[in-house]
């Protein structure tokens, strides 16, 4: 077994699920991506053609990979290349290619072109709910849209689906229509859909299920295979979001990690709590939820924060995680490393200079922030020069934020580095000062990147979407309307903030107290 998180990360399926299909589940759920939008103007091409479509794109591709023998999708995949070579092809020319070779594994009556039409043209992806009946020995799976909006909504996909009955061997079936029954299932075996994470989509069970689960990671985590391990969290803290289970839940599930010496699903652990975060951030439990993650991470911490060979990914995830809540050894450790580069010219780790930047931006005064703003023109790369315009948002300091949004404003910030400065506020003081200034000054904002897409798109996407409360939800509303001609193009980024900030609302007024009383019980 690697136990480096190297060998993890170079290990493709494991990267893959949680540096992409990770990532755009999370931006699917507000935005309701499809592959095939309806476009109306130029700036919508440049918001909807971008990573965001190639990642869903992705995620379809390995899902449909993986319903089949592995040889059969490569040798389609090259077929494809061979016969249409230099020619201007469709993508039902590909499914073509594929569906000569794999008729024996898909639905009956059923090829690949009509399977994928149902992924491609219609937004979100489907929840799988597995039910099980213990005395007729029979399992309900069904689907639905997650997060429908609507709830008279119909999608409905033809789904691969792939599962494991405690460790016995893989098995795989289609579900083509709402609901179907596996028969012949133990029932005192605990059961895993979605191995090793896929298929793009999420997975809720019955609260038995969910509790055998719980028990097997407890008792033995690494029967449940790597990638499961951080998406059974993520699912349950997506579902228990969304009311579809209880926060117990979740918070149960993540007992196990003092075991956990993995570095992906630690982090995809550590994604999962991120909108927990967002949420309790300006609420008066931030102080529970940080002493709930530095129970958490800090005996990984005092394991990993001095070890210089082996797990450096998840040493680096750690100590980033311990800092970003105030665990005291970790804070003291990068400021007494910021203030070692400050007056002696030491040299701070590369792979922590974010960590340690915005730790000591964020507990430090003007003139940390100052000698750090006077690094910029001599990082050599632009992902220092990132790392420091990320870091200078840090500050709680109102005054140091208004410097640094009229630095952006003015132009002493070149214009293709404005959207680090916006991606930077996330902690409250930053938030709450830059949404105002945005609303003050939204004429001359929107003059001066009307014609730069990527500004507009980051002050939306990377900004606003980390708002979350009522009185956000009314600004943001009277915002928009005043200038509605400037938001028309951005249309859909924008109601995708709307829908994450009232989630967010409805959620508070839902979960809150729930939460409470877990984090303080």
Request: hydrophobic share 35%.
């Amino acid at each position: 077994k690697a136990n480096d998180a190297s060998a993890e990360v170079n290990n493709w399926n494991s990267d893959f699920t949680l540096r992409i299909m990770q990532t755009i589940f999370r931006l699917d759920d507000f935005l309701e991506i499809t592959l095939e939008p309806n476009i109306t103007n130029v700036l919508q091409i440049n918001q909807l053609y971008d990573s965001i479509t190639h990642f869903k794109g992705s995620c379809l591709l390995r899902m449909l990979e993986n319903s089949m023998p592995e040889i059969l999708f490569e040798n389609g995949t090259q077929n494809f290349l061979k016969q249409w070579k230099y020619a201007t092809v469709s993508r039902n020319d590909f499914w073509n290619s594929i569906n000569a070779l794999a008729q024996d594994y898909l639905p009956p009556q059923t090829n690949i072109s009509d399977i994928m039409e149902t992924w491609s043209s219609q937004s979100g992806y489907p929840l799988i709910t597995i039910i099980r009946n213990k005395t007729a020995g029979n399992l309900q799976v069904s689907q639905s849209k997650f997060q429908a909006r609507n709830e008279s909504d119909s999608s409905l996909w033809i789904v691969p689906l792939n599962y494991v009955i405690g460790n016995g061997d893989e098995r795989k079936l289609w579900l083509t229509n709402r609901s179907i029954t596996v028969a012949n299932v133990s029932s005192d075996k605990w059961i895993l859909f979605n191995v090793k994470r896929t298929g793009y989509y999420r997975v809720n069970y019955d609260i038995d299920s969910w509790n055998q689960l719980i028990e097997i990671l407890t008792t033995n985590h690494e029967a449940i295979p790597l990638e499961n391990r951080g998406q059974l969290i993520n699912d349950a803290f997506k579902l228990a979001e969304n009311s579809l289970i209880s926060y117990e839940i979740p918070f149960n599930l993540t007992k196990y990690l003092h075991r956990e010496e993995r570095y992906i699903p630690w982090a995809s652990v550590l994604d999962s709590l991120e909108f927990l975060r967002d949420a309790l951030q300006s609420t008066y439990l931030n102080g529970a939820y940080e002493k709930y993650v530095k129970h958490l991470v800090s005996p990984l911490y005092d394991k990993m924060w001095n070890v210089t060979n082996g797990n450096q990914l998840l040493r680096k995830l750690t100590i980033e995680t311990a800092c970003s809540v105030n665990y005291e050894p970790c804070t003291n450790w990068a400021e007494n490393l910021f203030n070692e580069w400050m007056k002696k010219n030491i040299t701070v780790p590369s792979d922590l200079r974010k960590t340690i930047f915005c730790t000591a931006i964020r507990d430090g005064s003007e003139e940390e922030w100052n000698f750090l703003w006077n690094q910029i023109k001599s990082q050599k790369t632009n992902s220092d020069i990132e790392e420091v315009f990320i870091s200078l948002g840090c500050t709680r300091d109102t005054w140091l934020i208004n410097k640094y949004m009229r630095n952006a404003q003015s132009g002493t910030i070149p214009w293709q580095y404005v959207p680090y400065v916006w991606q930077s506020l996330g902690q409250p003081t930053s938030l709450a000062f830059g949404f105002q200034y945005l609303r003050e000054n939204w004429n001359s904002i929107y003059e001066a990147y009307k014609d730069k897409p990527i500004i507009l798109k980051a002050i939306i996407q990377d900004f606003l979407y980390k708002l979350g409360t009522k009185s956000d939800l009314e600004d943001l509303t009277i915002l928009v309307k005043k200038h509605e001609n400037d938001f028309q193009q951005l249309a859909p980024l924008v109601q995708g903030v709307v829908d994450r900030i009232k989630a967010r609302v409805e959620w508070s007024g839902r979960h809150l107290q729930e939460v409470e009383e877990i984090l303080l019980g």
